[in-house]
């Protein structure tokens, strides 16, 4: 069975500190990764892709992919209250399936 | 341009009655997927359509659950007999097809169909 893990919290993170969200995966043959932020209430939105070893930065959000260890990580710099929201990480693995994480649930504190 | 949409917004039903979901994807989009979402749950892959490939229906929970799409156009959810488990919100997500390089997979969420029950 393919998993993607993540710690489902809540991460408590004051304001203008910087969260960090991590998540694994099972499948070594995995070849795409994908964050998601889900408002309460709302559909999950794609916030940052990734595809190889290394960070990808998109303004405050970066993404780090390590396949050698099987993790992925999102972090979010400067932190807002507008960041709290459950993040979803997504693992696209060798037979082109989409595993879905269970998400970690991030509040930000004024 | 326009994004995934889906209708209706809110459907409340009696148990037993039938209910039809309907999905509009992104325009050339290929792929198109449904997901439930129960209520502080994760998501939960229920079907995949491809073009005019045979669906992958591996996520349906019962066949009471079914679904169509006409070529790479709409698609509509249909749960027969509906019951109070079957309550949940429930994510149509359109992507270009499967394949290795950027921006493909990369999935796009409709606003969902929040299914009651009672």
């Known amino acids: 069975q393919k998993e993607v893990e993540q710690n489902s919290g809540p991460l408590s993170v004051p304001e203008g500190a910087i969260a960090s969200l991590n998540c694994t995966y099972s499948?070594?043959?995995?070849?795409?990764f994908f964050w998601y932020r889900q408002y309460s209430g709302k559909s999950p939105e794609l916030i940052m892709s990734?595809?190889s070893n290394g960070d990808k930065e998109d303004g405050r959000f970066t993404a780090q992919l390590n396949k050698a260890s099987q993790y992925v990580s999102l972090l979010i710099r400067d932190s807002q209250p507008s960041d709290s929201a459950t993040y979803l990480c997504a693992v696209l693995d060798s037979n082109y399936q989409l595993i879905w994480g269970a998400g970690t649930k991030l509040i930000i504190k004024p | 341009g326009a994004g995934v949409s889906q209708s209706p917004s809110n459907k409340v039903t009696e148990k037993g009655k039938d209910v039809e979901l309907r999905c509009d994807p992104i325009s050339g989009h290929t792929a198109l997927y449904w997901y439930r979402q129960r209520l502080g749950q994760g998501l939960e892959f229920l079907i995949y359509f491809q073009g005019n490939s045979a669906p992958d229906k591996s996520g349906l929970p019962s066949d009471r659950f079914s679904a169509e799409r006409t070529g790479e156009s709409v698609s509509t959810l249909t749960i027969q007999r509906t019951q109070q488990e079957d309550s949940a919100v429930y994510l149509c997500?359109?992507?270009?097809?499967?394949?290795?390089?950027?921006?493909?997979?990369?999935?796009?969420f409709g606003p969902g169909t929040r299914l009651t029950v009672l």
């Open positions: 499948d070594r043959g995995s070849q795409s």
């Open positions: 990734i595809y």
């Open positions: 997500a359109s992507s270009l097809p499967k394949a290795s390089g950027a921006s493909y997979n990369e999935q796009f």
